[in-house]
């Protein structure tokens, strides 16, 4: 293991081979105030019965909690994550489950829910309870763009984010409180070096267009779903400043009846240099890497609705070593792409 201090900030970054992409990766670990954030992406040729992907980690945090478990989960089919959370159940955990209203009759939700689980939904059918995001113990965080699926651990482009700090689980506690409240308040977080978001309530569309206007050299992008008129006018604007901006969109997002929302077409169009996906299943990523030292990630779809009605949750990092680290990731599936 080596590490490298850079500056006075003690930012730390790690080298070892580990859940990712299909190859030996850095992992860069950023520690500043007591907050330690470190990236990991999914593989994407792999198979569950292999394991070896990030799910692995996150069941061996679940089965070494003590005292609790907070899950607000969209998309969950993934019986080894199921497993553990029903063991840290029968251990005497404190544990609550959220989730979609279309998501509560699935195999999973079922059985959570059948074992005596605290399991609620967001009743509403007509916004996503979209969050994936996991607290345990009320000190480590995981969240990203990944539904607790085989797919999007070992087929899929994900990303998730492990945030260590009592006070970061604070602030995804309370989401996670209003959730089972069924009520929103704003309440993003704001540091230096991070930045949380929930939607509808902290209007994170305001946030993603000023981190694009205040832009200066480069903007990078991956899209699962990208619908947003006003995100799209405002790369074209940053583009004809000048920028280097380049993206890739789900080429399953740019199929049928999908196509028409989509703006890959009015952004190649516009010169601007963007790409479907070549992976056989799904780039299910939605990041930005502005000049190559902000990261935004999260559950967060650049669409109106992720905006207006989805609850989402949206993570900004400034730290160009943890940006290099996407960077990395966004030029592997930028080459795949066509």
Same mark, same amino acid.
């Given at each position: 293991? @080596?590490?490298?201090?850079?500056?006075?900030?003690?930012?730390?970054?790690?080298?070892?081979?580990?859940?990712?992409?299909?190859?030996?990766?850095?992992?860069?670990?950023?520690?500043?105030? *007591?907050?330690?954030?470190? +990236?990991?992406?999914?593989?994407?040729?792999?198979?569950? @019965? @292999?394991?070896? *992907? =990030?799910?692995?980690?996150? %069941?061996?945090?679940?089965?070494?909690?003590?005292?609790?478990?907070?899950?607000?989960?969209?998309?969950?089919?993934?019986?080894?994550?199921?497993?553990? =959370?029903?063991?840290?159940?029968?251990?005497?955990?404190?544990?609550?489950?959220?989730?979609?209203?279309?998501? %509560?009759?699935?195999?999973?939700?079922?059985?959570?829910? $059948?074992? *005596?689980?605290?399991?609620?939904?967001?009743?509403? +059918?007509?916004?996503?309870?979209? /969050?994936?995001?996991?607290?345990?113990?009320?000190?480590?965080?995981?969240?990203?763009?990944?539904?607790?699926?085989?797919?999007?651990?070992?087929?899929?482009?994900?990303?998730?984010?492990?945030?260590?700090?009592?006070?970061?689980?604070?602030?995804?506690?309370?989401?996670?409180?209003?959730?089972?409240?069924?009520?929103?308040?704003?309440?993003?977080?704001?540091?230096?070096?991070?930045?949380?978001?929930?939607? +509808?309530?902290?209007?994170?569309?305001?946030?993603?267009?000023?981190?694009?206007?205040?832009?200066?050299?480069?903007?990078?992008?991956?899209?699962?779903?990208?619908?947003?008129?006003?995100?799209?006018?405002?790369?074209?604007?940053?583009?004809?400043?000048?920028?280097?901006?380049?993206?890739?969109?789900?080429? $399953?997002?740019?199929?049928?009846?999908?196509?028409?929302?989509?703006?890959?077409?009015?952004?190649?169009?516009?010169?601007?240099? =963007?790409?479907?996906?070549?992976?056989?299943?799904?780039? /299910?990523?939605?990041?930005?890497?502005?000049?190559?030292?902000?990261?935004?990630?999260? !559950?967060?779809?650049?669409?109106?609705?992720?905006?207006?009605?989805? !609850?989402?949750?949206?993570?900004?990092?400034?730290?160009?070593?943890?940006?290099?680290?996407?960077?990395?990731?966004? $030029?592997?599936?930028?080459?795949?792409?066509?």
């Amino acid at each position: 293991m @080596k590490i490298k201090l850079i500056n006075t900030f003690l930012i730390s970054i790690f080298f070892f081979l580990g859940c990712g992409s299909d190859r030996e990766n850095n992992y860069t670990k950023v520690d500043n105030k *007591g907050i330690v954030i470190k +990236p990991y992406f999914s593989l994407t040729n792999s198979s569950y @019965k @292999k394991g070896g *992907g =990030v799910d692995d980690l996150i %069941i061996q945090e679940i089965n070494q909690a003590k005292k609790s478990i907070r899950l607000a989960i969209y998309g969950f089919s993934n019986d080894r994550i199921r497993d553990a =959370v029903l063991e840290a159940y029968k251990r005497g955990l404190d544990t609550i489950v959220i989730t979609d209203d279309s998501q %509560i009759n699935s195999e999973n939700i079922s059985m959570l829910k $059948e074992a *005596g689980i605290d399991l609620v939904n967001d009743e509403d +059918p007509y916004a996503l309870m979209h /969050h994936k995001f996991l607290i345990i113990d009320e000190s480590i965080v995981w969240s990203g763009s990944a539904n607790y699926s085989y797919y999007a651990f070992y087929k899929n482009n994900e990303n998730l984010v492990k945030i260590t700090s009592s006070k970061i689980a604070k602030v995804y506690l309370n989401e996670f409180n209003e959730l089972y409240q069924h009520k929103n308040y704003e309440g993003a977080y704001l540091s230096d070096n991070l930045e949380i978001y929930f939607s +509808p309530e902290d209007d994170f569309e305001q946030r993603l267009l000023q981190l694009i206007e205040n832009a200066k050299e480069s903007i990078d992008f991956l899209a699962f779903a990208f619908t947003n008129d006003k995100i799209a006018k405002a790369l074209k604007e940053k583009f004809d400043e000048g920028l280097t901006i380049r993206g890739v969109f789900d080429k $399953e997002q740019n199929d049928g009846f999908l196509k028409k929302y989509s703006k890959y077409n009015t952004l190649l169009a516009h010169k601007i240099d =963007v790409k479907l996906d070549g992976n056989s299943q799904t780039m /299910h990523n939605k990041i930005f890497i502005i000049d190559k030292k902000t990261v935004v990630t999260g !559950s967060y779809n650049f669409t109106v609705k992720a905006n207006e009605e989805n !609850s989402e949750n949206s993570i900004i990092v400034h730290n160009r070593e943890f940006a290099s680290r996407y960077k990395d990731e966004f $030029e592997e599936i930028f080459a795949l792409a066509y």
